[in-house]
């Protein structure tokens, strides 16, 4: 059975860095097909897609964000770390880690974490 | 960069009644790369459909996905007071690999 959890500060104030962690079990991020993604969603707003991080590592990024944002992975650990640097309150909202499966017949976000809220302000 | 954009913003409808909601691409999508998901409050979104019109697992069979190209249809066949929820469509491709639409809420009557 897959599940995720995200970790990390429920507040964070602008110009800040932001750290977020997710847990994850079972799947290994080193197997063939798996990745993880990272999706916001603001308060009363529709999803946004942050960064991805696949099995061999590769990482891909929102274009829009990609100068803040880095992910990376633990496989020993199984987790992956999202950082977004340069906190502003417009960031504020609820951000979840997804299991993307890409196989030869389903490509989909089919697993997701309960998500954490996110809000930056002073 | 694919654009996906829903339709309606909000569509209002009475427990057994049929849905019908749209995600129009800005550019060609390859069906295997569609998903359909549901959100309700407070909650994470779940994966409905994915390859454009397979169901995900235990999902019930009035939901159906169907489309291609750039235009892509979720029906709920009969409403159930349980789907009463925001839906969002999802394509995932090369650059950026992943892309939501802004979804499409159905509320009750």
């Known amino acids: 059975q897959i599940t995720l959890k995200e970790s990390g500060p429920t507040l964070v104030k602008p110009t800040q860095t932001l750290t977020l962690t997710c847990a994850f079990s079972?799947?290994?991020?080193?197997?063939?097909?798996?990745?993880v993604a990272w999706i916001r969603q603001p308060p009363g707003k529709a999803l946004e897609w942050l960064a991805i991080?696949?099995?061999?590592?590769?990482?891909r990024y929102s274009p829009s964000l990609k100068s803040r944002l880095i992910v990376t992975r633990d496989t020993s650990k199984n987790q992956v770390v999202l950082t977004m640097t340069n906190m502003d309150p417009v960031d504020t909202a609820t951000f979840y880690c997804?299991?993307?499966?890409?196989?030869?017949?389903?490509?989909?976000?089919?697993?997701w974490g309960q998500g954490t809220l996110v809000t930056v302000s002073s | 960069e694919i654009v996906l954009t829903q339709s309606p913003g909000t569509l209002s409808l009475s427990p057994g009644e049929r849905a019908t909601l749209s995600c129009r691409a800005s550019?060609?999508?390859?069906?295997?790369?569609l998903a359909w998901y549901q959100q309700k409050l407070g909650q994470a979104p779940r994966l409905l459909i994915y390859?454009?019109?397979s169901r995900a697992t235990g999902i019930p069979d009035r939901f159906s996905g169907s489309g291609s190209g750039t235009d892509f249809t979720l029906t709920i066949s009969r409403l159930e007071p349980e789907d009463f929820a925001v839906y969002y469509c999802?394509?995932?491709?090369?650059?950026?690999?992943?892309?939501f639409g802004g979804g499409t809420k159905v509320e009750i009557k």
């Open positions: 997804a299991h993307l499966t890409s196989n030869a017949t389903m490509v989909a976000l089919d697993y």
């Open positions: 079972g799947f290994s991020l080193s197997t063939n097909g798996m990745a």
């Open positions: 991080i696949y099995w061999d590592d590769d990482k």
């Open positions: 550019q060609s999508v390859s069906s295997s790369y």
């Open positions: 390859g454009a019109s």
């Open positions: 999802q394509q995932y491709g090369s650059s950026p690999p992943v892309t």
